[in-house]
């Protein structure tokens, strides 16, 4: 298989026709056409083997799931739309010339197509190279829109705010966990149980936010809640103080022990539920599109003297929190 | 240096403002506003180290240069406008912790500023990480804008068309070649005469032909004439004849024997320049933008007794051309 019949194999995986998209793959660049008086939201994020997956563990439908998840959640996180996603993918040579290659290639763009499907996401374009290091690189492009000047950002949430999480937390790192000391290979199937293998973007939650005017500011939760909600803080210029026992924990992390299953939703990171800010009068409802919402802490003016989060335990003092999640170069 | 000390670093090199991003890096996604009644441009290509560079012998602003340039070539193949770029890069650990490194990815910054400079282009975001095999990886994303409707495509040239190419032919493969042979670190700094470490994206002639609605398609020559000529006489379901005595040769391919300069012209690829089609019968100026235009040849109706891309050469039976560019996997 040569890269024209690469392209060729995602032209058809992807076939189908979008509003949005005036024309896709096969010029030197795709045309989108966004809705009247909106603007553009871009964000792009690799997935690079040994970095962000690991092709002895993670199925490939997981692959290409989590690749398209990471975009769709950036733009959840700013109440954006999708209106189309590119893929720039360079694979080994030994993918396009065996059979078991073609059969890792063929799940990972189901992966990322049945969650394109589930999200009405085209996928209009992109680029593709053979590997030079024997490494699967994906760099994934996700363009949104939104009406102008209403996309959520981390910037703008103010002093008394509530905090809130969409679902729960320390599922993603549970499930790591579990996967990194069994060290085999996983056959995990799309299902909301498999929150590392195949997380949930929260695009309507994200829109519903935006729409019904109910939250100051957001941020998804890619790095870990103690690392995301210091860029909330700094962004906005504010200080937080959250609550242990009112974080909602997954149910993979309920069954570790207290401390990990904190940890895991403190610190584990990509488990790509919301943190959003909202008024602490305004009517939260309990679940915005068929997802639980809770409330997990308050806001405040910032101050030098005291910490940018603080953490309430119950029946200890209160502790400063900094941030332990996800750090990419470390 | 660590991840956010990277991103400062690529904010400080791109600051500045610009009229069409909203909000830069820093949140899960950037804001674009683009003009009302425009449709958005979107192409993404991948920079790999030692498949598309090398860092023995590629001077690091050329790498920063020629990985915005494939960019902007493909917005400026449909006509259109930049809005901004954004650059996913992963860089091995040890270009941020040595002296050595840091001045590489200074220099590959500067390369790259300099021509997103020239062409009004901010950098808007993107996303960093650790190269988990030790070699650079760059993915840069254009997104572009033109008035709705108007982006000229591969595939609305005709049958009668005139074939035309802009700038000379052959520079960078015959800069390439002697690079390869010398098989030292070039010096190399931007200028005219380094068409390979620094091609000439011909944005300014793009936008001309769409305002000036002068031609029918267009395509850029990345991959060399005989491939991509190939692929705007298969989009327009057409096919072409040549002359090879008509086609502008660079002074570094002409001083090449006459069946080199000719090879390098046809195949070399990776020269920037554009192919556009025109009515015959429309007078196409000697030079748009400063930028010479040169007629080579002419579109027909495609037929199945006669080869898609017809060379004439003179004294000699015209021959058959088939695509003998950059093969992405070969």
Redesign the interface.
């Known amino acids: ?3 024209l019949a ?1 392209i060729e194999q995602i032209r058809r995986t992807f076939q189908g026709r979008s509003r949005g998209v ?2 896709g793959i ?9 809705p ?1 008086r909106h ?8 997935s ?5 997956f690991r092709r002895d563990l993670h199925p490939p439908s997981s692959v290409g799931h989590r690749c398209l998840a990471r975009g769709l ?3 959840a ?2 109440g ?1 739309r999708p209106l ?1 996603a ?3 993918l ?1 694979l080994p ?1 030994e993918l ?1 010339r065996t059979r078991k290659g073609q059969q890792w290639v063929a799940g990972f763009f189901d992966g990322l197509r049945h969650l394109a499907q589930q999200h009405s996401t085209p996928l ?12 699967i ?1 994906a ?1 994934i ?4 829109t ?1 009406p ?1 000047g209403r ?1 959520l ?3 703008e949430a103010r002093a008394g705010d509530a905090l809130y999480v969409t679902g729960s937390l320390g599922g993603a790192h549970a499930e790591l966990t579990a996967l990194l000391a069994a060290n085999r290979p996983s056959r995990a199937k799309v299902s909301q149980s498999h929150p590392h293998f195949f997380p949930q973007p929260r695009l309507a939650v994200g829109a519903a936010l935006l729409q019904r005017r109910l939250a100051t500011a957001a ?2 939760l890619s790095d870990g809640l103690s690392t995301d909600l210091t860029h909330l803080c700094e ?1 906005s210029h504010l200080r937080a103080e959250i609550d242990a026992a009112a974080i909602p924990l997954h149910p993979l992390a309920r069954k570790l022990s207290a401390s990990d299953a904190l940890n895991a939703a403190l610190n584990g990171g990509e488990d790509y539920e919301l943190l959003f800010s909202a008024p602490a009068a305004k009517r939260i409802p309990s679940k915005i599109a068929g997802v639980p919402i809770t409330r997990i802490g308050t806001l405040h003016a910032a101050s030098a003297k005291k910490p940018r989060i603080l953490l309430n335990r119950p029946g200890e003092r209160p502790t400063e929190l900094t941030p332990g999640g996800w ?4």
Chains 1, 2 share one sequence.
């Open positions: 298989m040569g890269e690469l005036s024309l096969g010029d030197d660049c795709a045309i989108l056409r966004p009247a603007e553009i939201l871009v964000t792009t994020d690799f690079l083997e040994n970095r962000h959640s950036d733009l996180a700013m954006a189309a590119f893929l720039s360079a040579g396009l209009a374009g992109g680029d593709t190279s053979e590997s030079p290091s024997g490494l690189l760099d492009i996700l363009i949104g939104a102008q996309a950002r981390r910037s941020i998804d962004s750090q990419h170069f470390a």
